[in-house]
Nanobody, 122 residues
Framework: QVQLVESGGGWVQPGGSLRLRCTAS????????VGWFRQVPGKEREGVSC???????EYYRDTDGRLAISRDKSKNTVWLQMNDLNPEDTAVYYC????????????????WGQGTQVTVSS
């Protein structure tokens, strides 16, 4: 019954935008740090962004300003807005939750969704 579900992925042209959604069921995300990760074939899963539970502090792997993470505790949901997407952003994107401090290391997260595919191509 405890699960995370991602949605909002799909195909977009270079320069386009997507908004990913991570919704929890079976438990509350109120006290959890929630992170977004991505993985492409042949590469390690890498952290993209995360948001804290206490003060909604935001953390990003890159500083190019293309991403924005947010959360709505009343809806048990975390969002990842992705703008100006590049073909290099193509990957499976996962959300994950941990009852701990913000972190972009995948290994410290306890709960994971199944992922949503993001494809950026002309």
């Amino acid at each position: 019954q405890v699960q995370l579900v991602e949605s909002g992925g799909g195909w977009v042209q270079p320069g386009g935008s997507l908004r990913l959604r991570c919704t929890a069921s079976g438990f509350s995300l109120d006290d959890y740090t929630v992170g977004w990760f991505r993985q492409v074939p042949g590469k390690e899963r890498e952290g993209v962004s995360c948001i804290s539970s206490s003060d909604n502090s935001e953390y990003y792997r890159d500083t190019d300003g293309r991403l924005a993470i947010s959360r709505d505790k009343s809806k048990n949901t975390v969002w990842l807005q992705m703008n100006d997407l590049n073909p290099e952003d193509t990957a499976v994107y996962y959300c994950a939750a941990r009852m701990g401090r913000p972190n972009l290391r995948p290994d410290v997260y306890a709960y994971w969704g199944q992922g949503t595919q993001v494809t950026v191509s002309s």
